[in-house]
């Protein structure tokens, strides 16, 4: 959805800057053709050029060269007459479908937090508090639509696609009813390409901050809602429990292994024991009542099914190897 959407605002903005009701035909092409260079010739290339960097051996290298790779699709996707932001997020999309890309998200781990601090002091600075002072009632009101509408939404969403009970569905509703800071991105870019005006930009801005802002206080209204009135459940009839005939499975029957089932011997519990390997058994297998190899399945001995019977032996069985008689003379 973000791809179309930030590719469709400058097509938008050239078809009103010529008074079209669509795009020109050759900006449509040359827009699909430079999105299809980076996402199919950028996946090749950034998989070769990925491999050869690493063999600097320093970690700035790593980083400089993803940070390329950003700013050279932003450039390409200006120069093929759409956004910067465009390029960027295809940029990123790019990097996390690499096989390096645990590797580069550990590189930029310091960097994002900070990188998100400045994106949200520029956005908070972007807000214009006089147009929430000069027309409150109609901020409010467009605050109560949004999360209004997207809780509805996320509701019928959970309950009949995700199959969630009522309650997860209003906190789904209730985390997910902002509106994102995708929103700042796509105004701006749409303020670029003369689709809406100063003023418009600037309510949509306060809208979505506000309803930022609100969104912690719903959750927590949502979330004292949910104690004040807890879920009415069925009572669950207590679980039938063997007192008479405990069943303990030991996995490993190495050292500890063998202290346990010596114990639970000691007490007349029979237990199962699961052995890794079958050349390494003791002469505590012999009090298990079943000895179950990994490498060959199946019960590789019974023992007495009860604890007071006597023991036996556990050990896997040996094989003989059959000898050739000498040749007659």
Request: aromatic share 6%; with cysteine; proline share 7%.
């Amino acid at each position: 959805m973000a791809i179309p959407l930030l590719a469709a605002i400058p097509l938008l903005g050239q078809a009103k800057a010529l008074q079209q009701s669509s795009p020109p035909m050759d900006a449509v092409i040359t827009a699909i053709g430079a999105i299809m260079l980076v996402v199919i010739g950028g996946r090749f290339l950034l998989r070769h050029l990925l491999r050869v960097v690493p063999r600097a051996r320093m970690v700035e290298v790593f980083t400089a060269t993803a940070l390329l790779v950003v700013v050279g699709n932003a450039w390409l996707m200006q120069q093929a007459g759409l956004s910067m932001g465009l390029g960027a997020f295809l940029a990123g999309v790019l990097l996390a479908d690499s096989e390096f890309r645990h590797e580069l998200e550990s590189h930029i781990e310091p960097f994002k937090g900070l990188f998100l601090g400045l994106f949200f002091i520029a956005v908070g600075m972007s807000i214009d508090l006089g147009v929430i002072a000069d027309e409150p009632a109609l901020i409010a009101g467009g605050v109560a639509m949004l999360l209004l509408v997207k809780t509805l939404v996320l509701v019928l969403v959970g309950r009949l696609a995700g199959g969630v009970s009522m309650r997860s569905a209003l906190m789904l509703g209730a985390v997910l009813a902002m509106g994102g800071e995708f929103g700042f991105v796509v105004f701006a870019e749409a303020i670029r390409a003369g689709l809406i005006e100063d003023a418009m930009r600037d309510r949509l801005f306060a809208v979505i901050g506000l309803s930022m802002a609100a969104t912690p206080l719903a959750l927590l209204a949502v979330s004292r809602w949910m104690k004040d009135h807890p879920e009415i459940r069925a009572e669950r009839e207590p679980d039938m429990i063997d007192h008479e005939h405990p069943r303990v499975i030991i996995a490993g029957f190495g050292r500890m292994g063998q202290i346990v089932g010596r114990m639970l011997r000691a007490q007349k519990i029979p237990f199962t024991a699961w052995r890794p390997a079958p050349n390494r058994s003791s002469s505590c297998a012999g009090s298990a009542t079943r000895s179950t190899s990994a490498t060959r399945p199946g019960p590789s001995c019974c023992a007495p099914r009860t604890p007071t019977a006597p023991r036996c032996s556990c050990s896997p069985p040996t094989t003989r190897t059959p000898t050739s008689a000498p040749p007659a003379s």
